[in-house]
Nanobody, 125 residues
């Protein structure tokens, strides 16, 4: 059974950086797209960034473009989110997700069929 486990969240001051990682089990990791989402208290879950199965294509939400970078290492079955220049409004629970029916970059939440448990990111002002 494939599982996703996030790590790397924590408390950081505004302007700081964090690197989130998501480890996936299973032997077909490179065949599907992966994404990062976040959910702040009282708000809906929102798309942050996505990457294709091969890692050649990525896409980020406008709110994080230029600050966050998604990457993957298919040899290690991991997908990462490097977050720089963090702002208090980036505070949320961050979720890793897999869109196992698709190889490309997927931005629609409903197309992701496997989710991690989430990791808390808190940015203080």
């Amino acid at each position: 059974q494939v599982q996703l486990v996030e790590s790397g969240g924590g408390l950081v001051q505004a302007g700081g950086s964090l690197r989130l990682s998501c480890a996936a089990s299973g032997r077909t990791f490179s065949s599907y797209g992966m994404g990062w989402f976040r959910q702040a208290p009282g708000k809906e879950r929102e798309f942050v960034a996505a990457i294709s199965g091969s890692g050649d294509s990525t896409y980020s939400a406008d709110s994080v473009k230029g600050r966050f970078t998604i990457s993957r290492d298919n040899a290690k079955n991991t997908v990462n989110l490097q977050m720089n220049s963090l702002k208090p409004e980036d505070t949320a629970i961050y979720y890793c997700a897999a869109a196992r029916r698709f190889m490309g970059v997927i931005t629609f939440t409903s197309l992701y069929d496997l989710w991690g448990q989430g990791t808390q990111v808190t940015v203080s002002s």
